[in-house]
């Protein structure tokens, strides 16, 4: 039986929470998420299994909670992205993408601004975690999107374009509006998560006969945080992703393999807020967090199929 933990993307806020569920999934089942046989990551996904690659999850929490004994993870927890994108906006890249024919948000690639952040402490977590200049290591796929071409690529993953770590990691993290675009092999890459939240159907049957997906941005339909933030959040982000997400789960159990999803309920959300950016709440969410995420870890393995 071979095994793949796929982490969804989330922004800051969404890879507090993930990093609090994979503790709580650690706890429970006993287990290193670090031995699993593949290991694949979109936007803060990508993030986590980077830092994966040196760092355990234990590490990762206490980055989190602002007592790590890395100095890598110390500058990298000070370098998170602003809570809203840097102004003035750049034109958007490519406005022709509006018409691709995925769903989710990737139609809006195309007419988002261009990002204008520094992926520096992208670059400099890659080096730490794998070292400079390092490929994608074995096992491991970090998703972006081409909107040129609608295509998902799967960096480390057999036939895509040769990339380093730091540059399948910005790629992966090239959240439109807020980080730029990044050009591998000719090709120009943005966040996979405009595309899909975790892109489980990338892993076929060959590669995983068990997936794992642990997604913050994606939940039971109908699921969404409290007053008007949580129904904004949950019209312009969390419906849409989770169709998009649904769907890939129902691909890959026809195919015979067998999926458990760790998500956010009602009461996850909470505690973390409608702004998925919102670097200003990121203390107070992972705190709320390690006390929700292991119901949601509990109901997920309860209800894997």
């Not at 922004?11 to 046989?37: K, S």
């Not at 480390?156 to 399948?168: L, R, S, V």
């Not at 949580?230 to 159990?253: K, N, Q, T």
Request: charged share 20%.
């Amino acid at each position: 039986m071979t095994r793949a933990l796929v982490i969804g993307c989330g922004g800051t806020i969404g890879g507090a929470w993930t990093i609090a569920a994979l503790a709580a999934l650690e706890d429970r089942l006993g287990i290193d998420v670090r031995d699993f046989d593949l290991l694949q990551g979109t936007s803060a996904g990508s993030e986590i299994i980077t830092a994966l690659q040196k760092f355990s999850v234990p590490d990762l929490v206490a980055m989190q909670e602002g007592r790590s004994e890395h100095p890598a993870l110390s500058r990298h927890l000070a370098a998170t992205p602003a809570s809203l994108p840097r102004i003035p906006f750049s034109p958007p890249a490519d406005p022709s993408t509006l018409w691709t024919r995925r769903g989710g948000h990737a139609p809006l690639t195309g007419i988002a601004p261009r990002g204008r952040g520094d992926a520096t402490w992208l670059t400099e977590l890659a080096e730490a975690a794998v070292g400079p200049g390092a490929p994608v290591p074995p096992g491991v796929r970090l998703v972006a999107y081409e909107p040129a071409t609608g295509e998902r690529v799967a960096f480390g993953a057999p036939g895509t374009p040769e990339a380093t770590a730091a540059e399948a990691l910005r790629a992966s993290w090239a959240i439109p509006a807020w980080m730029p675009p990044v050009q591998i092999d000719g090709r120009t890459f943005v966040d996979g998560g405009a595309a899909s939240t975790a892109s489980v159907d990338l892993i076929a049957p060959q590669d995983a006969d068990e997936i794992v997906a642990v997604v913050s941005m994606a939940s039971a339909p109908g699921v969404r945080g409290p007053g008007i933030g949580g129904l904004i959040e949950y019209g312009a982000l969390r419906r849409p992703m989770s169709h998009v997400f649904w769907d890939e789960v129902a691909v890959a159990r026809a195919r015979g393999q067998k999926v458990t999803v760790i998500a956010p309920d009602g009461t996850d959300l909470a505690g973390l807020g409608p702004n998925f950016m919102a670097r200003g709440h990121r203390a107070t969410a992972f705190a709320s967090a390690r006390r929700t995420a292991p119901a949601a870890v509990r109901r997920g393995l309860e209800e894997a199929r």
